[in-house]
């Protein structure tokens, strides 16, 4: 496999950018060795500058839902450009977003698009202080919600009450105000309620967690936080950054029918331009400038293009038996990736979830953070190695959740799973 041109790219790169990259995950810290960088991608494949073909299962981190280069989002995209890039004013494709979102996920009366998941979430958390006039908020071990100062945040030793930041620049004084919670654990998120439930002003939460591998809900566990927000007035929002319009067609709160107060889009609703969003119930949502008191505004936010580009995807998601087949995909692949293992005498187990699933070298289930966090990722790094060299990419991380795509066809993925069986033998 020649690897010379990303190594030059990357090495020009690391003078110039950060890293050499412009989001950190990409630079492999953490599987080691270099990126590849890419030239183009089609369907369910990634085309590097140095010629190699690779299946992907990152599929740009979740958008590329329907394989990419699909032409329909294409066509959206150049014909849409074709009458300028951005005006700066209301156009109708905005209108036309906010009508799909609101009929697709019954809980957004009311929507605010914006450029990114960190700006939905960072927006939808000043709503909630705002509307609540209280200050703290909850997130949960393990979950990621976007790079804004008030989620750069783990539990403090000990105390279930104060947040301390995970990132120097993170004032301690914001920190404070962040609560962090076991994901999946009952009993904490009562104790903490009971505690401080009257100073929450929201719990936010990813309800599939997708960025500590992939960690399911346990039965019961969304309905219990939602009654728990309930109770002490606090807003429930769901983080569907990740888990929208990939785990189900209404999202994470239609297959678990959990109605949130407020919930954060993006990936999949930008169609693979910079896209998110937020909404929730008419009144909150009224409570944001210019019809209401709470700031939030953006240059870009509803760019005609990258709306074409969102709905042009919705458009194909919302063809019947889409999610259905999706499913059957994602669950062929973790099928036939436990065989393999299985055969070659490695531990490992996977979570499912509608298009999205999480790959973990343990002998048993995983389904808390601690648990995915005791998982070999030793040899996840070697598997994801192993892997790459026989065309196949994997989130370079073992704590990332892998995405199947609609172009994923039986073809690709007994593929994979020929190439999973060497990988497994060989590491
Ligand atoms: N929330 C979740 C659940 C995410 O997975 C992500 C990004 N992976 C974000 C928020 C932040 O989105 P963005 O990277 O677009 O800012």
Redesign the pocket.
């Known amino acids: 496999m020649s690897t010379e041109r990303s190594h030059d790219l990357f090495s020009r790169a690391q003078q110039l950018m950060p890293g050499g990259v412009n ?1 950190p995950v990409r630079a492999f810290k953490s599987v080691g060795g270099e990126p590849f960088f890419v030239q183009r991608a089609d369907g369910p494949y990634l085309f590097d500058v140095d010629g190699n073909r690779y299946i992907d299962y990152v599929g740009s ?2 958008p590329m839902i329907v394989g990419h280069n699909h032409p329909k989002v294409l066509e959206a995209v150049v014909e849409t450009a074709r009458n300028g890039l951005s005006f700066g004013t209301p156009n109708p494709l905005e209108v036309t977003m906010a009508e799909t979102i609101a009929r697709l996920i019954p809980s957004c009366e009311m929507v605010r698009m914006v450029n ?6 960072l927006s939808a958390i000043r709503l909630a202080r705002g509307a609540t006039g209280r200050s703290r908020i909850v997130k949960f071990e393990g ?5 804004g100062d008030s989620f750069l945040v783990k539990a403090g030793s000990g105390a279930l009450t104060f947040g301390v930041p995970t990132s120097p620049g993170v004032p301690k004084a914001l920190a404070d105000l962040t609560l962090t919670l076991p994901y999946n654990d009952f009993e904490a998120a009562t104790r903490l309620f009971d505690e401080c439930g009257g100073e929450i002003a929201a719990l936010i939460i ?1 309800p599939v967690v ?2 500590a591998n992939c960690l399911p809900p346990r039965d019961g566990y969304l309905q219990h936080l939602r009654a728990l927000c309930t109770q002490h007035g606090s807003l429930l929002i769901f ?5 929208g319009f990939r785990v189900a067609l209404g999202g994470a709160q239609a297959r678990y029918a959990v109605m949130p107060d407020l919930s ?1 889009f ?2 999949v609703i930008g169609g693979g331009m ?1 896209v ?1 969003a937020y909404g929730g119930r008419r009144e909150l949502m009224q409570q944001i400038a210019p019809s209401g008191p709470i700031y939030q505004a953006g240059t870009l936010s509803g760019n005609p293009v990258a709306m074409a580009a969102g709905l042009a995807m919705l458009e194909l998601v919302q063809a019947p038996g889409f999610y259905d087949a999706l499913e059957a995909k994602t669950n062929a692949l973790c099928d036939g990736l436990e065989t393999a293992a299985r055969d070659a005498r490695v531990a490992f187990t996977t979570q499912r979830v509608g298009g999205m699933f999480g790959m973990f070298f343990s002998a048993e289930k995983v389904d808390t953070f601690d648990q995915a966090m005791a998982c070999d990722s030793a040899a996840f790094n070697r598997f994801f190695h192993a892997m790459r060299e026989r065309g196949v990419y994997l989130a370079p991380s073992a704590f990332e959740a892998g995405f199947m795509s609609g172009a994923h066809d039986d073809d690709v993925i007994a593929t994979t799973i020929d190439a999973a069986r060497a990988a497994f033998a060989a590491i």
């Open positions: 989001s981190w979740g990114s998941g960190t700006e939905a979430t979950c990621y919600h976007g790079h990813e997708g960025n983080d569907e950054v990740m888990t954060t993006g990936k910079p998110g």
